[in-house]
């Protein structure tokens, strides 16, 4: 049995799967167009008809190559927990997920515990290979997590509030009791940021290496971790903060302050950019989605909102609290408190999150911190004794550009990617709320008019320039003083005529528009016999 082409001839007749693939093809090209394409029947110019009509037929055929080479691209494919008939998705365990993904997934179910040294905070490298752990009592370990081994672990014997990864592996930062230090990977301290303080929090941001910190304080700083200079230094004056997160698609550094504010910053202005009121009282956690064009933020009040950054408007409005909050690459927001983990889903296109998935820990068990590990379906929890990880079906990108992060990658191909993002490195001017008007034109401003001081200044310049005016020696009865005055005072009344004629122009103008106003002005019915009454012909 076959199939009969729709769009084709009747006797056209395609077996059952090239027709499934001819169908598939079509879905992907529409994804690929660039909308949809111009009416050129209403056209009357044939040039231009002309025109369009071969470059449509350009756009369709790159959407088609794109639509054919995404199947060798891009193999995997990312799904998420479907349930049956009454069933939900959030009460599905990890038990039953484990018992029904290959042995490779099912290792990604684990749980540390190390309760002498707790609570515990994490990191993943951009690529997801690597996990950085620390615990509040000085216990730093790196781990390969592609095949669970532990590649170093350090006691600093002091207070470890957080720890970020830097451009790679081999560096992190770590927030220590009265400084941030940055070690290597094997664990020897290269530096000892003094000029930060006592640290809560660090960020990193990678396209312009450089580390953020906020301290007990309330002082924001950025350092370029490339030549070790100092780029910004701001007092916020809003009070002490742990709440910090980078949006990933501008750079703007975001904090969540005690009165209910979020602001964002940029390490070129000593003010923030963006001063938004989003709870009544205190913000205990923030993210970003991954196109930056979405915020969530939780408060003390118990509710949880999703904001609009385009817009600043709040889209959604959950109820619950939340002590720390993480977007996955494909969107899902994992929401921690307690001992009980929830992740949010927006599968209807539309950014309306409702529950996906549930986990309780161990009763006791205090969530501090919930990280997306990237390119797997794995959400990493650090908690009071310990840290563990879950599976989360459908929360990684399932194609990475190894261009970008390559969980796979050498020595060799690590070095070059360090060298590129070296040379690719960005200044931190380029951090601002709109990256896409780098590049563009600026428009052009208005010529704005002198004031009259600025007037004056210039007709004064060119009289001082005319009586400078240096004469030549001309023939006898030429060369007279009364003439050289004469031809002087001329010369400086043709200078200051232009200035003149400008300002004249101008006062008529204005009183124009003052005329213009005061008929415009409706008079009272008593006193409208005064108005002035317009000409008539």
Same mark, same amino acid.
């Given at each position: 049995?076959?199939?009969?082409?729709?769009?084709?001839?009747?006797?056209?007749?395609?077996?059952?799967?090239?027709?499934?693939?001819?169908?598939?093809?079509?879905?992907?090209?529409?994804?690929?167009?660039?909308?949809?394409?111009?009416?050129?029947?209403?056209?009357?110019?044939?040039?231009?008809?002309?025109?369009?009509?071969?470059?449509?037929?350009?756009?369709?055929?790159?959407?088609?190559?794109?639509?054919?080479?995404?199947?060798?691209?891009?193999?995997?494919?990312?799904?998420?927990?479907?349930?049956?008939?009454?069933?939900?998705?959030?009460?599905?365990?990890?038990?039953?997920?484990?018992?029904?993904?290959?042995?490779?997934?099912?290792?990604?179910?684990?749980?540390?515990?190390?309760?002498?040294?707790?609570?515990?905070?994490?990191?993943?490298?951009?690529?997801?290979?690597?996990?950085?752990?620390?615990?509040?009592?000085?216990?730093?370990?790196?781990?390969?997590?592609?095949?669970?081994?532990?590649?170093?672990?350090?006691?600093?014997?002091?207070?470890?509030?957080?720890?970020?990864?830097?451009?790679?592996?081999?560096?992190?930062?770590?927030?220590?009791?009265?400084?941030?230090?940055?070690?290597?990977?094997?664990?020897?301290?290269?530096?000892?940021?003094?000029?930060?303080?006592?640290?809560?929090?660090?960020?990193?941001?990678?396209?312009?290496?450089?580390?953020?910190?906020?301290?007990?304080?309330?002082?924001?700083?950025?350092?370029?971790?490339?030549?070790?200079?100092?780029?910004?230094?701001?007092?916020?004056?809003?009070?002490?903060?742990?709440?910090?997160?980078?949006? !990933?698609?501008?750079? #703007?550094?975001?904090? =969540? &302050? *005690?009165? $209910?504010?979020?602001?964002?910053?940029? %390490?070129?202005?000593?003010?923030?950019?963006?001063?938004?009121?989003?709870?009544?009282?205190?913000?205990?956690?923030?993210?970003?989605?991954?196109?930056?064009?979405?915020?969530?933020?939780?408060?003390?009040?118990?509710?949880?909102?999703?904001?609009?950054?385009?817009?600043?408007?709040?889209?959604?409005?959950?109820?619950?609290?939340?002590?720390?909050?993480?977007?996955?690459?494909?969107?899902?927001?994992?929401?921690?408190?307690?001992?009980?983990?929830?992740?949010?889903?927006?599968?209807?296109?539309?950014?309306?999150?409702?529950?996906?998935?549930?986990?309780?820990?161990?009763?006791?068990?205090?969530?501090?911190?919930?990280?997306?590990? !990237?390119?797997?379906? #794995?959400?990493?929890? =650090? &908690? *009071?004794? $310990?840290?563990?990880?879950?599976?989360? %079906?459908?929360?990684?990108?399932?194609?990475?550009?190894?261009?970008?992060?390559?969980?796979?990658?050498?020595?060799?191909?690590?070095?070059?990617?360090?060298?590129?993002?070296?040379?690719?490195?960005?200044?931190?001017?380029?951090?601002?709320?709109?990256?896409?008007?780098?590049?563009?034109?600026?428009?052009?401003?208005?010529?704005?008019?002198?004031?009259?001081?600025?007037?004056?200044?210039?007709?004064?310049?060119?009289?001082?320039?005319?009586?400078?005016?240096?004469?030549?020696?001309?023939?006898?009865?030429?060369?007279?003083?009364?003439?050289?005055?004469?031809?002087?005072?001329?010369?400086?009344?043709?200078?200051?005529?232009?200035?003149?004629?400008?300002?004249?122009?101008?006062?008529?103008?204005?009183?124009?528009?003052?005329?213009?106003?005061?008929?415009?002005?409706?008079?009272?019915?008593?006193?409208?016999?005064?108005?002035?009454?317009?000409?008539?012909?």
């Amino acid at each position: 049995m076959g199939a009969k082409e729709e769009n084709g001839d009747g006797g056209d007749i395609w077996p059952p799967i090239e027709q499934e693939i001819s169908n598939e093809l079509d879905t992907n090209v529409k994804k690929y167009l660039r909308g949809e394409g111009a009416n050129l029947e209403i056209l009357k110019d044939k040039k231009l008809k002309g025109q369009l009509a071969l470059r449509e037929e350009l756009y369709g055929k790159s959407a088609k190559a794109a639509a054919k080479v995404e199947k060798w691209l891009m193999p995997s494919e990312g799904g998420y927990l479907e349930a049956e008939g009454v069933e939900k998705t959030w009460r599905i365990k990890q038990e039953a997920i484990a018992r029904e993904v290959d042995i490779l997934s099912s290792r990604n179910q684990y749980d540390i515990v190390l309760p002498e040294l707790g609570p515990y905070t994490l990191d993943f490298t951009s690529s997801g290979r690597y996990l950085a752990a620390a615990g509040r009592k000085g216990h730093i370990a790196v781990v390969d997590m592609k095949n669970m081994n532990l590649i170093k672990e350090i006691q600093v014997r002091e207070t470890v509030r957080d720890v970020v990864f830097l451009h790679n592996e081999l560096f992190f930062a770590a927030a220590q009791k009265k400084y941030p230090y940055i070690y290597n990977r094997d664990g020897t301290e290269l530096h000892c940021l003094k000029e930060h303080g006592a640290v809560l929090k660090l960020q990193f941001l990678r396209n312009h290496f450089l580390l953020a910190s906020i301290n007990k304080f309330g002082q924001l700083r950025y350092q370029d971790v490339t030549m070790g200079e100092i780029v910004g230094n701001f007092r916020t004056g809003l009070g002490r903060t742990d709440v910090m997160r980078v949006n !990933p698609f501008n750079g #703007v550094v975001s904090l =969540g &302050h *005690s009165g $209910g504010t979020v602001t964002m910053w940029k %390490p070129t202005t000593a003010a923030p950019l963006i001063k938004m009121l989003c709870h009544p009282g205190p913000v205990s956690a923030l993210a970003f989605h991954p196109n930056g064009h979405l915020m969530a933020t939780s408060g003390k009040e118990c509710k949880i909102k999703i904001w609009d950054l385009r817009k600043y408007e709040v889209l959604q409005t959950l109820p619950g609290h939340a002590k720390t909050l993480d977007f996955s690459q494909k969107g899902l927001l994992a929401v921690g408190t307690g001992s009980f983990v929830q992740i949010l889903g927006a599968f209807s296109g539309s950014h309306n999150y409702s529950r996906y998935m549930g986990h309780s820990m161990v009763k006791g068990y205090q969530i501090g911190k919930v990280s997306f590990r !990237p390119y797997e379906d #794995v959400l990493g929890i =650090g &908690h *009071s004794m $310990g840290w563990s990880s879950i599976l989360v %079906p459908g929360s990684g990108e399932p194609n990475f550009d190894s261009w970008v992060a390559n969980p796979f990658e050498t020595s060799k191909q690590r070095r070059e990617k360090e060298v590129r993002s070296l040379l690719d490195k960005l200044p931190p001017e380029t951090i601002m709320l709109n990256p896409s008007k780098i590049g563009t034109v600026r428009e052009a401003k208005k010529k704005e008019k002198p004031t009259k001081q600025e007037r004056e200044a210039e007709m004064e310049a060119a009289v001082v320039a005319v009586k400078g005016f240096v004469w030549k020696n001309k023939t006898k009865g030429r060369n007279k003083p009364s003439k050289k005055a004469k031809k002087k005072q001329e010369l400086v009344a043709k200078a200051k005529r232009s200035f003149l004629d400008q300002q004249l122009k101008g006062e008529q103008s204005l009183s124009k528009k003052k005329q213009k106003l005061s008929e415009e002005v409706e008079l009272p019915a008593s006193l409208q016999r005064f108005a002035r009454k317009k000409p008539t012909a």
